[in-house]
């Protein structure tokens, strides 16, 4: 039987390569969480706060695989054709 993993830091999550994406309900703007910073890597998780940059309303976080940036290069290169 496997352990279960336990991601109770922002540094858990980015340790297996999952990351926080918050996104405003007001206006649209997102943002995703860098754990590995050094004033979030041993920062809980549970009852983190997110505020939007733009319009300072609360965020809605969500967790996912983490993407990588040649995916992203790849993502754009095929928008552009």
Do not use: Y
Request: include cysteine.
């Amino acid at each position: 039987m496997a352990l279960a993993t336990s991601h109770t830091t922002f540094g858990d999550l980015a340790r297996d390569e999952l990351a926080i994406e918050v996104t405003c309900p007001n206006c649209g703007h997102r943002r995703t969480i860098d754990g590995n910073a050094p004033g979030l890597r041993n920062r809980r998780i549970a009852g983190a706060r997110f505020r939007c940059d733009q319009c300072g309303s609360v965020g809605l976080p969500s967790i996912g695989k983490q993407r990588r940036w040649t995916g992203r290069l790849a993502e754009h290169a095929r928008k552009l054709r």
